[in-house]
């Protein structure tokens, strides 16, 4: 079982790569609305290059979309067991404290 210490390291790892990924999903969101401003021109009807990078462009960002909440969503109930974990780990720790402190005396 790991210790306290590696465990506090470790959830404090899990939070930087969090926000690392969080990052990156900024990054590929502007990069989306960057390409999205370029092809702010409707196209034409008969230009199908450009129709098929429109709906191509439209797919990818809802797809980025919905990866990106579900990723947070994710993230969001990772954190919420974590932040229980410790909660119970902290109890136990001090539960263990008080026993050795009354076998002590």
Do not use: C
């Amino acid at each position: 079982m790991d210790s306290a210490a590696e465990l506090s390291f470790k959830m404090e790892s899990a939070k930087q790569w969090q926000k690392n990924v969080e990052e990156e999903f900024k990054r590929v969101d502007e990069l989306l609305k960057l390409v999205a401003e370029e092809l702010k021109t409707q196209p034409y009807e008969d230009d199908t290059i450009m129709m098929g990078l429109k709906k191509t462009g439209e797919a990818l960002a809802e797809a980025f979309q919905t990866l990106s909440q579900n990723f947070m969503n994710a993230v969001a109930g990772l954190s919420d067991i974590m932040a229980e974990w410790s909660r119970t780990l902290t109890k136990i720790l001090e539960a263990i404290a008080e026993a050795a402190r009354k076998i002590g005396h």
